[in-house]
């Protein structure tokens, strides 16, 4: 009996290192298996589901070429002759690859500027997004890169000819943050200090597992204020001594008002050097963060405005501090941005009792053991204050699909609810939670796989 027991719990360590894969390996799939691009999130570029895109330069010139087609629909009926004749002269001067992808991202901005709307001002930031996603392109300091200095002299010669200039450099404007900044103040929500100031603390790294994109340093730093009383957050992202991406939220604890900063100046990344000060000023605000191609309460989504895994670095509960606002938050960003629908309803009337799945579990040689193995279903809500998922695609993936994935319920690392693959029994425990959370982000039951060693966990 002690050897069948041991037998079990190898096979129950073999099943669950077996789902683990599964699951990584699905992730990694969904990723290659992406829609069309749709928007950028913490510049990692993401499709209408809120799956993330790997944008690898063959993947940067298809969503361009998607782009470009939509740029010249857009464009008026005399002028599309002169892009036509454009794109074809850049596409035969093109001898590289950076060629080709700086090239056609200067010949959308460039078919833009003869468009107006709100769908312009869309496709530039999707532009940008996938022009600085490229890892050939020119990383200068600053807020005016040099994508010139990578692009050949003949596509150069061409546009120069056609009269083209980047964006951020014929139309750099300094977006209103001092009024933001005044108007969250007078929402009862506390103003970030300047970065770099003492009043930011170090609270460590976070776990790149947990991020929508991996960097090799991400480091979370607090900012609590009394007056008005709250809490604000900031996520560096960097590599070596240059931070590339860093925002920052601030939430009011009496008001339950949130804003939003963001190093973006209308698509293009500020890059700040590590002990470099820089006034909250030339950080874009909430009510114009969508020029950077951000759409940041698609995934600050819920009864807060952060986006905690707990026991992480972003959990600042281990320091006694209270992350949660009064009320449900309400977020004070541009209207092209989600305000922050909810709570959750689609799991208000499902109604629990108990999971089962019979196995055969072979004993004693070949000799056929059927048994069915029973749990108590359990409730998400019961923990949690979910948005109305069906409204934040982005959450779904992101947050939701990750935190059920590799955190929640909190329990030892290798057993949590499962969000594609239901495949222990702490998943059948919460399937129907998570298939109707799945049902309302537009996606399919989760997978169900169980074996019998599972239930040794």
Not at 269 to 293: L, W
Request: aromatic share 8%; net charge negative; with cysteine.
């Amino acid at each position: 009996m002690v050897a069948l027991t041991a037998m079990a719990l190898t096979a129950a360590m073999f099943a669950l290192g077996g789902a683990a894969t599964q699951r990584g390996e699905a992730t990694a799939a969904g990723a290659e298996k992406a829609g069309p691009l749709v928007y950028f999130a913490h510049g990692q570029a993401m499709d209408e589901a809120g799956a993330p895109i790997r944008l690898d330069p063959t993947r940067i010139q298809t969503e361009q070429a998607r782009l470009a087609e939509r740029a010249f629909a857009a464009m008026p009926t005399e002028a599309r002759p002169g892009a036509g004749a454009l794109q074809q002269a850049l596409h035969e001067a093109a001898e590289s690859e950076a060629d080709r992808i700086i090239s056609e991202a200067a010949l959308i901005y460039w078919m833009l500027d003869r468009v107006k709307g709100a769908e312009a001002n869309m496709l530039r930031r999707l532009n940008g997004g996938l022009l600085f996603s490229y890892p050939g392109s020119a990383r200068g300091i600053g807020d005016d890169p040099d994508f010139w200095k990578n692009l050949g002299e003949r596509p150069r010669g061409l546009l120069d000819k056609a009269g083209f200039n980047w964006p951020w450099i014929v139309s750099y404007t300094p977006p209103p943050a001092t009024q933001y900044m005044k108007d969250c103040l007078a929402a009862g929500v506390p103003v970030p200090p300047d970065w770099g100031a003492a009043e930011w603390l170090s609270h460590g790294q976070q776990e790149t597992r947990f991020l929508t994109v991996e960097t090799p340093d991400t480091e979370v730093f607090v900012y609590r204020s009394q007056q008005p009383e709250g809490l604000c957050m900031a996520l560096p992202r960097s590599t070596g001594t240059t931070i590339s991406t860093l925002q920052i939220i601030c939430q009011g604890k009496r008001s339950s008002r949130a804003c939003f900063w963001d190093n973006r100046i209308n698509g293009v990344k500020q890059y700040i050097e590590k002990g470099q000060r820089r006034p909250i000023q030339d950080f874009t605000g909430g009510d114009n963060i969508t020029f950077g191609g951000e759409n940041c309460t698609d995934c600050h989504a819920g009864f807060n405005a952060f986006v905690v895994h707990p026991g992480t670095a972003v959990d600042l509960t281990q320091l006694g501090i209270d992350m949660q606002p009064t009320v449900w938050y309400q977020p004070i960003i541009s209207p092209a941005s989600p305000q922050n629908p909810g709570p959750e309803t689609a799991l208000a009337n499902i109604p629990l009792g108990t999971a089962s799945e019979t196995l055969y579990v072979p004993l004693w040689g070949w000799f056929p053991w059927w048994r069915t193995y029973s749990v108590q279903e359990r409730s998400c809500v019961a923990c949690h204050a979910l948005p109305d998922v069906s409204k934040t695609p982005a959450y779904c993936g992101s947050v939701l699909g990750n935190a059920v994935e590799r955190t929640m319920p909190p329990a030892p690392d290798t057993v949590h609810a499962g969000w594609e693959l239901i495949s222990s029994g702490t998943d059948l425990a919460f399937e129907k939670h998570v298939n109707a959370l799945r049902k309302a982000c537009g996606r399919p039951p989760a997978q169900r796989q169980i074996s019998a060693a599972t239930w040794f966990q």
